[in-house]
């Protein structure tokens, strides 16, 4: 087994982690894990005499991307290939993330849910989110026949209406109500970002995800008003996409009502000033990683009171943008000429990587590959969606389950997965135990004389994989 720091050590450049560095862009969009496996394959044919007989990747999130990378640009390298919470789409994600911090740091953030509870100027009370939480348990829990704390993909939650009666007496902000704003932009944050024509950027946070957003999206005082959202995306917007690094972070990044520095010895570049109606609405799925891109079209998020001009230039954007963004749906060489395998994985209660993109993906390649015969597509690739499930784990839902297992059966037994059981752990103890299923099936509860809401009944064999 080989692993890389990708061309950079997380923290140890700080922020400025691509700046000013192309081949640092490069390296972490694609070439790194290429080098990685090709120096781990010459090292153990080295060691054992011999050539390795299969070789496979397996990753979440960014390796996820990783995995979606290499099936797209380096099709040779890998057997088997596990991509779990794909962060693919960058370009769009990145943006998105900026637009979502920027809609709730704008205005003196009247729209956060975090809660400025004794008056210092602090907002470090999260109880809104717990009730939000709770909020859409009531009402979604039992869509999917078990009350168990797992959000079906069927919820029908409209924050107007069902958060109507939780609203803030005379539209004052306090610790356990949400006034107009806030309930406006709970409805964004599940939407997601939209440019100033109301085409969709990328989506939002999904239902059943609400308990790690103070961590994941929103600005308070336990991260310093820096959310996940925003370090993660300021940096790779900044040096990685724009062909020009267009300056250096300013010190507060949470300052976004002043104006940055533009006459610093190294200009400051204010992340909010990301003008979203320059971020492409679409993936394009079809098109090929380019040798060296050239302009790229990027859009605007809404209206949130920080809003920048939607008439000047595109920026340009680096030559890695391509293979960060990996769009590409077009897999034959790796599934049709090199018999390669790809499963896929994704939960379904993930902030920061939401359901829909790798949906969608998948069925581009189904589209674009297999000319949209989803039965042949299945042996060589398949999705699977784990209920209640957070980023690569995490949740309400079973979050363990073998993919390494399971696509080396498929590379080396020809054994495609037609289910893959994943268990759950509470304090060291397994206390939910299911099936995950391939796209579009579900599992459904399936044994009859038994009671679906009793704990003791979750185990795989009382469920089956059926179609909706």
């Known amino acids: 087994m080989a692993n890389s720091n990708t061309g950079h050590d997380l923290g140890a450049a700080g922020d400025e982690y691509g700046f000013r560095d192309d081949a640092a862009g490069e390296d972490f969009a694609w070439r790194a894990v290429h080098l990685t496996a090709n120096a781990a394959k010459h090292v153990a044919g080295a060691f054992y005499g011999r050539p390795h007989a299969f070789a496979y990747h397996v990753g979440c999130s960014t390796g996820g991307r990783q995995g979606m990378v290499a099936a797209q640009v380096t099709p ?13 789409r960058q370009i769009a994600r990145m943006s998105h993330r900026l637009a979502t911090t920027r809609l709730l740091l704008a205005d003196g953030g009247r729209r956060n849910l975090a809660f400025d509870a004794d008056g210092d100027g602090s907002r470090e009370d999260l109880a809104k989110v717990k009730v ?13 026949g078990i009350v168990d704390g797992i959000v079906g993909v069927d919820c029908d939650f409209v924050p107007a209406r069902d958060l109507a009666d939780l609203a803030c007496a005379g539209d004052e902000d306090a610790a356990n109500c949400f006034t107009q704003a806030q309930i406006s932009a709970i409805a964004g944050l599940y939407d997601g970002t939209r440019n100033s024509r109301g085409e969709l950027i990328y989506p939002g946070a999904p239902l059943g995800s609400e308990a790690s957003w ?4 929103l600005p308070h005082a336990g991260n310093g008003m820096r959310p996940y959202f925003l370090t993660s995306a300021a940096p790779v917007v900044a040096y990685t996409f724009l062909r020009d690094d267009p300056g250096l972070l300013p010190v507060d990044w949470a300052a976004i009502e002043r104006v940055p520095d533009a006459d610093a010895a190294i200009p400051e570049w204010g992340w909010w000033t990301l003008d979203v109606d320059t971020v492409p609405a679409a993936p394009a799925y079809a098109t090929r990683m380019p040798q060296h891109a050239g302009a790229a079209s990027a859009r605007r998020p809404r209206d949130d009171g920080a809003a920048a001009s939607s008439t000047r230039s595109p920026p340009a954007v680096a030559s890695a943008v391509a ?12 599934l049709l000429e090199r018999k390669g395998k790809l499963l896929l994985y994704q939960g379904t209660a993930d902030a920061i990587i939401p359901p829909q993109p790798v949906i969608d993906y998948h069925q581009a ?17 398949r999705l699977f969606i784990a209920p209640g499930v957070g980023h690569c784990a995490g949740g309400a839902g079973p979050d363990r389950a073998d993919w390494l297992a399971a696509v080396v059966a498929w590379v080396e037994h020809s054994r495609p997965p037609a289910q893959i059981i994943a268990t759950h752990q509470t304090d060291g103890v397994v206390d939910n135990e299911r099936p995950l299923c391939p796209y579009p099936q579900r599992a459904v509860f399936a044994a009859a004389d038994r009671d679906a809401n009793d704990r003791a009944n979750w185990r795989a064999a009382n469920f089956r994989c059926a179609t909706p």
């Open 76 to 88: 040779g390298d890998f057997d088997g290939i596990v991509a779990g919470a794909p962060a693919y």
């Open 323 to 334: 293979a960060l963004d990996a769009t590409d749906a077009d897999l034959r060489r790796y």
């Open 365 to 381: 390649v189904i589209d674009t590959t297999f000319m949209g015969d989803a039965a042949v597509a299945s042996q060589y690739m």
């Open 132 to 144: 939000l939480q709770q909020r859409v348990l009531e009402r979604c829990d039992a869509g999917d």
């Open 214 to 217: 103070p961590a994941i999206i």
